[in-house]
């Protein structure tokens, strides 16, 4: 395990929603856990009036983010951890002169002896990163001749592959890219990194991991909430940018990479880049057209309750055209995976919330057991990102009785069942890494300039090609009907419940 430095935390956009509601709690478990370093202090800076007491008021004594835990903590061990906790305000403006926040760095630096290791946290729209990072650099914040320097920034990196590029030259003036940690909270959770232990470290499914054995690959992203409060950001992204590009085309990478030489993160990201590249681009209208379906909620009623159609929302276009449901299939242009279909849906206002991996495996070419049934009763293996996560292989076994007829039956893991574990939280997780200087489940910049390049054109086709089609479907259901025409043949989608046992074809909506 990684030794923590000393170092301070400093978090541009600190009087903002996330600071509150992720951050901060992430590193008070890290606290409660032990894993901060003895010398370990935050800085909040945002453009607020508030005091260091102010600050820690808002984000740890009145938070209902850390109410619970308040609550049940000693008094003692609550002031300790809020007395780490100091507040800059910035004036009117981030883009101003720094060497306000620069002192008052070097004077806290000083006195806890953080030894001169710095991370910014930009949790700020993009259109500041490269403000910030300038402003940082004219005091010579990104210097390493003393203690590191890191800067993490956050999700969306870019509204396009040009203005990603954009992003990252911006960054790269004032820093280099070993000290950028893009961050995608979807990496923090156990069973994306799963993902890589379950393929390399098992020799029942690695030498399996190709087009010989795998018929296709489905994942399914599925929110049973709609847009919420989010409507005039969402109305401007839509679900092909809010959640493909970056969360689900990610663990696609780890799917597809091929076996890194060693776990070091550079080896795995360089693999992740590899395997993002060879994913077929789609360019032409009628592949687009065949290839790729969007949708949007209507209004519906669930358990007898009006729920808004997308376009009621707030903040939302009457005529919007935005996707709430993007269903993608395509081919990843390699050897070990040539000719495999890979299918990927993302939408809002799903019977449930559930992200998973399905890997379905050919069938046997000699069919001993004949069976009338045995449309969708492949082998398949899922692995559940959320909830209820875990790994579940469903294979055949024989029904008791006369004769051979099979059924499918589960051998599945829980992370619940790891009572003794503290599994760490997304942001818990992320936060220690880039503390430690670990920037494996970090995107570097070719990583994501690659996953634009794959989203670009289809982006560019449903905003500006002809006769595209936004379809319709109830708040509720599984999306439009077109969506299970996508998969060849008469698989269909596994249409998930809340648990990962559920079998498909049902599902209790709340």
């Known amino acids: ?20 509601r992720k951050l901060v709690p992430a590193i008070f478990n890290l606290y409660k856990g032990k894993h901060l370093p003895e010398n370990f202090i935050v800085l909040g800076a945002s453009r607020s009036n508030m005091s260091d007491e102010e600050f820690r008021q808002k984000v740890v004594h009145e938070s209902s983010y850390l109410k619970d835990r308040v609550k049940a903590g000693h008094e003692d061990f609550i002031k300790a951890f809020s007395d780490k906790l100091f507040y800059e305000d910035l004036g009117q403006e981030y883009d101003t002169d720094y060497s306000s926040i620069s002192k008052r760095i070097k004077a806290l630096n000083e006195k806890y002896n953080t030894e001169d290791n ?10 500041l990163y490269e403000v910030i990072a300038k402003n940082l650099s004219d005091q010579g914040l990104n210097d390493e001749t003393k203690g590191w320097k890191r800067l993490i920034v956050e999700k969306p990196f870019g509204y396009s592959l040009d203005t990603a590029k954009e992003l990252n030259k911006g960054l790269q003036k004032y820093f280099n890219e070993s000290q950028i940690y893009r961050i ?40 049973s909430v709609g847009v919420e409060k989010r409507g005039g950001y969402y109305d401007k992204s839509g679900a092909l ?11 696609i990478s780890f799917i597809v990479m091929e076996p890194p030489i060693d776990a070091s993160a550079e080896e795995i990201r360089n693999e992740k880049v590899k395997a993002l590249k060879s994913l077929r681009i ?30 009621e929302e707030d903040d939302v276009h009457p005529q919007s055209m935005t996707e709430t449901y993007a269903a993608i299939k395509f081919y990843v242009d390699n050897w070990r995976w040539k000719d495999v279909p890979f299918y990927v849906r993302t939408a809002k206002r799903m019977p449930t919330k559930v992200t998973e ?24 293996l899922i692995i559940r990102i959320q909830p209820d996560e875990g790994i579940m292989i469903k294979f055949g076994v024989k029904v ?41 489940l970090y995107a570097r910049a070719d990583e994501v300039e690659a996953a634009w390049s794959f989203v670009d054109p289809i982006l560019n086709y449903w905003e500006k090609g002809t006769d595209v089609r936004t379809y319709g479907y109830s708040a509720g259901v599984w999306g439009p ?5 996508l998969i060849e043949g008469s698989m269909g989608w596994r249409n998930p419940g809340e648990h990962m046992a559920d079998d498909p074809g049902f599902c209790v909506i709340s």
């Open 1 to 20: 395990m990684n030794k923590t430095a000393n170092q301070m935390l400093v978090i541009f956009g600190a009087s903002g929603d996330l600071t509150a």
């Open 118 to 127: 710095f991370i910014f946290y930009f949790s700020t729209p993009p259109n």
């Open 184 to 223: 995608d909270h979807y990496l923090g959770k156990e069973t994306v990194q799963n993902l890589l232990v379950t393929r390399f470290s098992n020799s029942i499914f690695e030498p399996l991991w190709n087009r010989n054995y795998i018929h296709h690959v489905e994942i399914t992203n599925a929110e």
């Open 241 to 251: 940018r809010d959640m493909f590009q970056n969360h689900l085309l990610q663990i």
């Open 282 to 311: 789609m360019k032409n209208k009628k592949t687009l057209e065949k290839n790729t379906i969007r949708g949007q909620y209507l209004a519906s009623e669930i358990d007898g309750k009006h729920v808004k159609g997308y376009r």
């Open 357 to 380: 991996v399905v890997i379905h495996f050919e069938s046997p070419h000699h069919q001993i057991f004949k069976n009338s049934d045995m449309n969708n009763k492949d082998n398949k």
């Open 400 to 440: 008791p009785g006369q004769g051979f007829k099979v059924e499918r039956a589960n051998l599945d893991f829980y992370y619940s069942s790891l009572s003794e574990i503290n599994v760490m939280e997304a942001y818990e997780r992320l936060l220690l890494d880039a503390m430690q200087g670990d920037a494996t």
């Open 481 to 485: 009907k077109n969506g299970d025409d």
